[in-house]
């Protein structure tokens, strides 16, 4: 019986969110071939990750197969308010400042 191994090396090609620094998203995974599934941590919400993987045995390994898959987007932040006194104040009225949610690269509503 033979060791058989999977690689997969996955990096991301896209983000709903311009900020993210996409450069320190890759890396590459070795895995036994009886192992049927694995776990990736840390990836970032809103993002397209190519995963390329290719199965070994003792003859070598076989052909890449390459798939892209999109995490969720996550929810907006909110900037801090504080206790801040209104805008403008009457009698019967009340301007305050509204600061604007962080997308976070997802469409905002």
Same mark, same amino acid.
């Given at each position: 019986?033979?060791?058989?191994?999977?690689?997969?090396?996955?990096?991301?090609?896209?983000? +709903?969110?311009? /900020? @993210?620094? $996409?450069?320190?998203?890759?890396?590459?995974? @070795?895995?036994? !071939?009886?192992?049927?599934?694995?776990?990736? +941590?840390? $990836?970032?919400?809103?993002?397209?990750?190519? +995963?390329?993987?290719? *199965?070994?045995?003792?003859?070598? +390994? !076989?052909?890449?197969? =390459?798939?892209?898959? =999109?995490? &969720?987007?996550? #929810?907006?932040?909110?900037? *801090?308010?504080?206790? /801040?006194?209104?805008?403008?104040?009457?009698?019967?009225? $009340?301007?305050?400042?509204? &600061?604007? #949610?962080?997308?976070?690269? #997802?469409? @905002?509503?």
């Amino acid at each position: 019986m033979g060791c058989y191994r999977d690689l997969i090396s996955y990096k991301a090609v896209s983000s +709903f969110d311009p /900020e @993210i620094d $996409l450069s320190n998203q890759s890396g590459r995974i @070795i895995k036994q !071939g009886n192992e049927t599934h694995y776990l990736f +941590f840390g $990836l970032y919400p809103g993002t397209t990750y190519s +995963f390329t993987i290719r *199965a070994s045995t003792a003859k070598g +390994f !076989g052909p890449p197969i =390459t798939s892209q898959f =999109t995490t &969720k987007i996550s #929810a907006p932040s909110m900037p *801090a308010y504080d206790l /801040e006194t209104p805008v403008n104040q009457t009698d019967s009225t $009340l301007t305050v400042l509204l &600061k604007p #949610a962080q997308s976070r690269g #997802a469409p @905002i509503r």
